[in-house]
């Protein structure tokens, strides 16, 4: 893919593909790794973490905390049918 560079103040700027945008969920203030190798230069989105709820709860040494008197608590919304 050939990008033409633009000037904006001292620096020069390229777009990045939309496609590349949507493929990695970035957005307007979205952080990428640049890796510069003599004249190459690789644009990589960052990965996103994967969370297993098993794992999370085992980080828990006491189980799910409890709020004392949640079950006595009124309905606030839509929670009870």
Same mark, same amino acid.
């Given at each position: 893919?050939? =990008?033409?560079? #633009? #000037?904006?103040? @001292? %620096? $020069?700027?390229? *777009? !990045?593909? &939309?496609?590349? !945008?949507? =493929?990695? +969920?970035?957005?307007? @203030?979205? =952080?990428?790794?640049?890796? $510069?190798?003599?004249? *190459?230069? *690789?644009?990589?989105?960052? %990965? &996103?973490? #994967?969370? &297993?709820?098993?794992?999370?709860?085992?980080?828990?040494?006491? +189980?799910?905390? #409890?709020?004392?008197?949640?079950?006595?608590?009124?309905?606030? @919304?839509?929670? !009870? +049918?």
């Amino acid at each position: 893919m050939l =990008q033409s560079l #633009r #000037r904006a103040g @001292g %620096s $020069l700027v390229m *777009t !990045v593909p &939309k496609a590349f !945008v949507d =493929q990695n +969920g970035l957005f307007d @203030g979205s =952080q990428v790794e640049l890796h $510069l190798a003599g004249e *190459t230069m *690789t644009v990589q989105a960052p %990965s &996103k973490p #994967r969370y &297993k709820l098993a794992d999370l709860m085992a980080e828990m040494p006491d +189980g799910l905390p #409890r709020v004392e008197g949640w079950e006595e608590m009124p309905a606030v @919304g839509l929670e !009870v +049918g």
